[in-house]
């Protein structure tokens, strides 16, 4: 198709290209016919089976602009030679597409590229010319210095994204650092004006340059309505006069809007990181953000009534399903989660697209669905403004055109084309009715007349409601907190009681559940009125605020998770309780939310780890309370957000002392590297017995095995020891550090090595002669709950090696039974039951004869007692798995091991609602009677003795 006879004048077409231009685009073919030999030559240079860089496009642009002499022509030049080359690029772009010889995204790419080509032009055009009459814009910076005044230009819209189409206009606003002068003197021939005037000029003289129309035609239409206060405004704005417009004026609209800015070019950076300073929190809000919703409602709303009063129904952009209502569902998403991933941040339509799948809030089809009708109506879109480069999203009606833009899109017949189109508006229709336009209404049962107004419903809550929650639920209402609130919070709030009142009349069969929640609930409130965005949220989900309601019911510790960090309720209202990741998946979900954490950017990095363990902590709990998950299947879970989060913390804290330092040299002479850094954590107690709870600490012990006397490879370079000793310290920072999101975990390092007194690192030969030889055997009863998390695949192995050759040294029976039941003993004394609590007949399911220790204490009696026999026993760390092998291995009868493992799970299901009921683990005695006999009389039988009350 694309085979080309060069000539003397340049490239010569086939026929059948020939008719492909014609057929496509009368303007592209005009264009062809008139200046054929131009058009030869262009395509000689740049073949249509070829891209363009950048570069090619700024030289193309400098050669156009050039006089006769080679010099920079004078303005009608300038802006002559700029229109010729946009016909030229036009021509190309336009056959291209028509003959499918061009990717959208390459094609869009070019588009903005030469964009953003021609106004860095034009804008150092016209400062040159504005420089020789009034010098250089200045003013006075923060340290009182003078400093030169310098205009950004922000590209919005499809340029702002790279997504400029075949007749695009370009949005365009114009900002500048500061007000104060030009530094003219008249002396020198120039004369001085205030910035504001020349940064208006300099507007000026861009938007002439491309966008009068001339005999030759124009480069871009330029529109400038998108900046602060629109059209009649300034036409620049200076720094703190848009921080002040975003602070007080900014409307949600512009929030869409500034989502694509983008600044043109380069400019110093201080004043880039200032303009990202303001843009960033305007657009992307610190917590979930549901207000973007109702936002989108009023302008898809504006844009359906303006597109029936024009009768407009034939627009692939504003009608039903099209562009878009798909750019609208992308946007909407990003403004409300952008904040929280950093990785839907992004100006690219299709980018964001795929952000949103991988983040699973598009199911797969949905956005096959909508990626593939993006690109089918962009396709469209192109095909439409190639005809005579229109700026026009509607289907033509002149019968000619519908046949020729439908040959070539490649359908036989514009009945093809528009079964196509509807197929493609139908899928994105869809999603954008269910997930935008309307606000979910709460669900009713099929017995339960929905309530006329909020009076009866209201009327129908007291008779729920004990007179103490009643007076309560006033009293909320007649608060000062709630006088006081905002305007915007008290509409907020009202509009978000109807559905609290529905979840609450949800379970009013179960009055006590009702209850029971609303203390926590109007705690919960107070908490948010004030964040009122979060009111909003549960508007915007009345049915899933209906399982609110047992949540709260049930657990005081997630009713208090969710009012100290309501950044958490956007994970429960999006129910994604209902499926627990794998470890896989954790990883995953983790990686994509660092991606766009910058290296040296310790706050978000902080924040990041920390909203990702209590999202999924409370995943996990509303799992727990509302689907009942069994007790392994919790712990595992729990296990794995604290395995996932300190794998990151290590990488990320290995990767932040070599860029200050350099990798230390390994124990085998070479450097280390990412994948083998030579350290690795090691999980002590409820980690590494896979047996987290909702508010276990960690037990870590880290190894290293790095050269300690050996300097890193950086120029400023230390000791491997110190190397190992900030990596450590690093990681506590990131996991125990308190910021506003609460810390990641609570670290407990004292069963290292000499415990407190020890390093809090030491190298593998450190650690196995200490364990060898200085050890006390409660330390290594501690060992046998001991496994590798992460790092160095060498180190973890070395760990292993270690931790099986001293938990298989060779021990008398009567040894290990003497030791373990002396050190049970001494804790029983310290941290059992009292005296006068026993008599009160309470049992501490933890420490108390009969309890969690006790089974615990019989599992590491095993494996210490056998494994100099039976090796198997240390493969497993945790207390199930333990029982297991000495059933299998026959040391104890099977029925043993299972009544063991009955009695630990049941507890430990008992422990975990305990912690999210905020109760002690003192419960009472009757209630556990033959659980704790069978426990005790275990005991007895294989360790010889009484457990001791």
Request: include cysteine; glycine fraction near 6%.
């Amino acid at each position: 198709m694309l085979s080309t006879a060069p000539n003397d004048n340049g490239y010569q077409p086939t026929s059948e290209q020939l008719q492909v231009l014609q057929t496509a685009s009368e303007f592209a073919y005009q264009i062809w016919q008139s200046r054929t030999g131009a058009c030869q030559t262009f395509l000689r240079s740049y073949p249509l089976e070829t891209t363009l860089t950048r570069q090619q496009i700024d030289d193309l642009i400098q050669d156009y602009t050039l006089d006769e002499n080679y010099q920079l022509g004078h303005e009608t030049k300038v802006m002559s030679g700029l229109r010729h080359l946009r016909m030229l690029l036009m021509m190309r772009w336009v056959w291209q597409d028509a003959l499918a010889v061009i990717e959208l995204e390459q094609l869009t790419d070019e588009l903005s590229e030469f964009a953003d080509g021609c106004i860095l032009f034009a804008k150092d055009y016209i400062y040159q010319q504005l420089m020789t009459q009034y010098g250089q814009p200045t003013f006075i910076n923060d340290k009182g210095n003078v400093q030169v005044d310098d205009m950004a230009i922000m590209a919005m819209g499809k340029l702002g994204a790279h997504e400029l189409n075949l007749s695009s206009d370009i949005d365009l606003v114009f900002i500048h650092q500061a007000r104060g002068e030009t530094d003219g003197d008249k002396a020198n021939g120039t004369r001085s004006i205030d910035n504001k005037r020349f940064m208006t000029r300099l507007g000026q003289g861009i938007i002439k340059l491309l966008d009068n129309n001339t005999a030759d035609g124009f480069v871009f239409r330029v529109d400038m309505r998108l900046r602060p206060w629109g059209d009649g405004s300034d036409l620049a704005i200076h720094l703190p006069a848009l921080q002040k417009y975003f602070s007080h004026h900014g409307r949600a609209w512009e929030r869409f809007a500034w989502l694509k800015a983008r600044v043109v070019g380069q400019i110093e950076q201080p004043f880039h990181e200032d303009i990202q300073a303001l843009i960033k929190p305007f657009v992307f809000r610190y917590y979930v953000d549901y207000s973007a919703f109702s936002a989108l409602r009023e302008m898809k709303s504006l844009i359906q009534n303006q597109v029936a009063q024009r009768e407009d129904l034939d627009n692939i952009k504003l009608g039903a399903g099209g562009i878009r209502d798909i750019e609208f569902i992308v946007q909407a998403f990003q403004l409300i989660y952008g904040g929280r991933h950093p990785q839907l941040q992004v100006k690219s339509c299709l980018k964001a697209l795929q952000a949103l799948y991988e983040l699973k809030y598009l199911e797969q089809t949905t956005y096959q669905e909508l990626q593939s009708a993006y690109r089918f109506l962009r396709r469209l879109e192109h095909g439409i403004q190639a005809i005579n480069d229109q700026q026009t999203q509607r289907l033509p009606h002149d019968a000619h055109w519908q046949h020729n833009l439908a040959l070539t899109l490649g359908f036989e017949d514009w009945n093809g084309l528009l079964n196509t189109l509807n197929h493609h508006r139908d899928h994105v229709n869809v999603p954008f009715e269910r997930i935008v336009t309307e606000r979910q209404v709460p669900a009713y049962d099929d017995d339960e007349p929905e309530p006329a107004n909020l009076d009866e419903q209201v009327a129908r809550l007291h008779n729920v409601l004990t007179e103490e929650n009643r007076t309560q639920l006033q009293n909320f209402w007649q608060s000062k907190m709630v006088a006081n609130l905002s305007d915007e919070a008290r509409e907020r709030l009202d509009g978000a009681y109807p559905v609290i009142v529905h979840a609450l009349l949800a379970h009013q069969d179960q009055q006590q559940l009702a209850n029971t929640a609303l203390p926590r609930l109007i705690a919960l409130l107070e908490a948010i009125c004030r964040r009122s965005i979060y009111l909003v949220m549960i508007a915007e989900n009345p049915n899933a605020t209906v399982e609110l309601i047992p949540m709260l019911s049930a657990s005081p510790w997630i009713a208090k998770e969710l009012a100290q960090y309501p950044v958490l309720l956007d994970t429960f209202l999006q129910q994604r309780y209902r499926h627990l990741p794998d470890k896989f998946e954790l990883r995953d979900i983790l990686r994509q939310q660092l991606l766009r954490v910058e290296p040296n950017d310790e706050e978000t990095l902080l924040s990041v780890l920390r909203l990702f363990k209590k999202n999924q902590v409370l995943a996990v709990a509303a799992s727990d309370v509302l689907a009942e998950r069994p007790i392994m299947k919790v712990s595992d879970s729990l296990t794995y957000i604290a395995e996932v989060v300190l794998e990151a913390a290590l990488e990320r804290a290995f990767a932040e002392i070599v860029k200050r330092y350099g990798y230390p040299i390994g124990q085998d002479g070479d450097p280390v590297t990412e994948a083998d850094c030579g350290f690795a954590i090691i999980g002590y107690g409820k980690l590494g017995g896979l047996e987290l709870s909702y508010s276990s600490d960690l037990d870590l012990v880290f190894l290293h095995k790095i050269k300690e006397q050996g300097m890193t490879t950086g120029e400023k370079s230390f000791s491997g020891m110190k190397f190992a000793a900030r990596l450590a310290q690093k990681l506590m920072t990131y996991l125990n550090t308190q910021t506003r999101d609460g810390r990641a975990y609570e670290v407990d390092m004292r069963l290292r090595p000499s415990g407190n007194a020890g390093m809090m690192v030491v190298s593998c030969h450190a650690f196995e002669t200490y364990q060898l030889q200085k050890a006390w055997s409660w330390e290594h009863q501690a060992l046998v709950r001991a496994r590798a998390i992460c790092g160095d695949k060498r180190v973890t192995a070395r760990f292993c090696d270690i931790r099986r050759t001293v938990l298989a040294l060779p021990r008398t029976i009567e040894q290990v039974r003497i030791e373990v039941t002396s050190m049970r003993l001494k804790m029983q004394k310290h941290l059992g039951t009292s005296q006068w609590q026993q008599q009160a007949g309470k049992f501490h399911l933890k420490q108390d004869a009969g309890g969690i220790v006790d089974i615990e204490f019989l599992a590491q009696f095993a494996v210490l007692a056998y494994s100099h026999e039976h090796p198997t026993l240390t493969k497993w760390s945790d207390n199930v798995r333990i029982f297991e092998e000495m059933a299998t291995l026959g040391i104890w009868e099977s029925e043993i091991c299972q009544d063991l493992t009955d009695a630990y799970l049941r507890i430990r299901a008992a422990t975990h609602q305990l912690a999210l009921s905020e109760q002690v683990l003192l419960v009472d005695e009757s209630l556990w009677t033959e659980t704790r006999a069978l426990v005790q009389a275990q005991w007895q039988h294989l360790m010889g003795v009484e457990s001791t009350e």
